[in-house]
Structure formats: C-alpha cells, structure tokens
T-cell receptor
C-alpha cells in the first residue's frame, strides 16, 4: 500500500449505531488530519494530530471521537450521528505541521446516516 | 469571519484555451496559498504552493499568481485538455501552522473537446 488509505470507502449507518473510520498513511509523516466534505461546501477541518497528540479540535460535536494510536494510524469513532452528518470524510497527512507542507489525502469514506 | 470565495461553482471552456480560476479571500492574512485538484470520488491532490512574498509560481502548464493587496490568487491552466476536467480547490494557511488551514468550496472545471 502506498500513500494514504481509508476504510471503509462507503458506510451506511443508523442514528443509533457505533462505527469507526480508519486511516493509515505509509509516507512516514508526523501529522494527520480529519476533514468533513459536504456537497457544495468547503472542506471543514475537524481534528489535527501531530506525533500522536491532538493539536486541534475545531468545535466538533462529541459524537465524533478521534483516536491516534501512532503516527501512521488515525481513527474516527462515530456514535449517535445525525442525518446532517452524512458527508465524505477525508483523512490527510503531512510531514509536519509547518504551513508550507503539502497535505496528502486519502480517497475518503462516503458516510450516509439514515 | 475568515472567508474564501472561488469565482464560480463551474467553468466550461474549449480544449486548448487557457482556464483561469479565481480565489478571493477576506479577513485573512495568509502566508501560504495552495491549490489542489479533486476528481469525483477521490481525495484532493496537491498541485502548487505560493508564498505571500511570491508573485507567481509555475509548474508545467500551471501558473499561480498571488496578490496580497487584492487578496486574490489566480490559477491558470494553459493549453487545457479534457483530462484537466476536475474540481480545483484553493486553501490558505497562516505562518503559524497547517492546523489553521482553510479551504474554498472549489470550482468545477470542464474542458470540452
């Protein structure tokens, strides 16, 4: 595997379900990100991790819970979501948190909440 | 509040012409401006980065300009091809950290043969 991978690619869940999204980067990067992309809206940065430590939480509801066990893996745990949470969830990584680092994105998980 | 606007939701041009996409911003003083390409069902792919003290950057058929007075970046694709059809996103980041990055909503570019 190369680059940034995400599983599953598609997920349909009910509002009472608990599910997790997984992201893995094979680039040796130290920073990882979760973004939400809704139709016709800008990418919204949700969480940022650097060397496994969370550095940013952009007022994300607690029904989204991130976990970063090491610099290569990032999870997003989902619990009691709402239909408006349906979106494409993208994971990205970068060498570090310097603002001139390019970000490498995974293919995303298309989430539908019924 | 900080805001990024990309000139139009969609842009259609004839193959071989130059495509010009606009990114305007307000209430922000970015140090870096990045452009990404996103194809349907895929994550964005980095194309170019330009610093606030740079006026222009080129990479093959791509050219980016950055005018901090106008608070605007222009993204040009010369000799456009149908394979250039995609959504293009601009993103701004301050000096401090990439964790403060903000993205525009994108312009969907279609190149017709």
């Amino acid at each position: 595997e190369t680059g940034v991978t995400q599983t599953p690619r598609h997920l349909v869940m009910g509002m009472t379900n608990k599910k997790s999204l997984k992201c893995e980067q094979h680039l040796g990067h130290n920073a990882m990100y979760w973004y939400k992309q809704s139709a016709k809206k800008p990418l919204e940065l949700m969480f940022v991790y650097n060397f496994k430590e969370q550095t940013e939480n952009n007022s994300v509801p607690s029904r989204f819970s991130p976990e970063c066990p090491n610099s290569s893996h990032l999870f997003l745990h989902l619990h009691t979501l709402q239909p408006e949470d349906s979106a494409l969830y993208l994971c990205a990584s970068s060498q570090g948190l310097a603002a001139n680092n390019e970000q490498f994105f995974g293919p995303g998980t298309r989430l539908t909440v019924l | 509040s900080q805001k990024i606007e990309q000139n139009s939701e969609a842009l259609n041009i004839q193959e071989g012409k130059t495509a010009t996409l606009t990114c305007n911003y307000t209430n922000y003083s970015p140090a870096y401006l990045q452009w990404y390409r996103q194809d349907p069902g895929r994550g964005p792919v980095f194309l170019l980065l330009i610093r606030e003290n740079e006026k222009e950057k080129r990479k093959e058929r791509l050219k980016v300009t950055f005018d901090t007075t106008l608070k605007q970046s222009l993204f040009h694709i010369t000799a456009s091809q149908p394979a250039d059809s995609a959504t293009y996103l601009c993103a701004l980041a301050p000096w401090s950290s990439a964790s403060k990055i903000i993205f525009g909503s994108g312009t969907r570019l279609s190149i017709r043969p």
